[in-house]
């Protein structure tokens, strides 16, 4: 079974940066894919991006293309979520997830594992 640990979540101002960092443990981390989610109430959860195995892919939604970065270190058992230029619509509580299948996915349902989510305010 995979642990999933997330950190770095908080309150910003619009055009602020804030990193999201989630450890795995329990698991080979280089085994999975790694997934960004996010989530306000009243919607369903919304895929971010995403990290292939070894870090050479990543997928963005069009949302967040070019203002946020999904990064691993695998020697650290660690995805990374830095985003930049954030905006008010940006608010949510995100979650990392990890996926063992062969492609990246967008969806929640092809993940298996999750962290525990944090929440991302962005005051304007």
């Known amino acids: 079974q995979v642990q999933l640990v997330q950190s770095g979540g908080g309150l910003v101002q619009a055009g602020g940066s804030l990193r999201l960092s989630c450890l795995a443990s329990?698991?080979?981390?280089?085994?999975?894919?790694m997934g960004w989610f996010r989530q306000t109430p009243g919607k369903e959860r919304e895929f971010v991006g995403a990290?292939?195995?070894?870090?050479?892919?990543?997928k963005y939604s069009d949302s967040v293309k070019g203002r946020f970065t999904i990064s691993r270190d695998n020697a650290k058992n660690t995805v990374y979520l830095q985003m930049n230029s954030l905006k008010p619509e940006d608010t949510a509580v995100y979650s990392c997830a990890a996926d063992s299948s062969l492609t990246i996915w967008s969806i929640a349902a092809e993940y298996d594992y999750w962290g525990q989510g944090t929440q991302v305010t962005v005051s304007s």
């Open positions: 329990g698991g080979t981390f280089s085994r999975y894919n």
């Open positions: 990290v292939s195995r070894s870090g050479g892919s990543t």
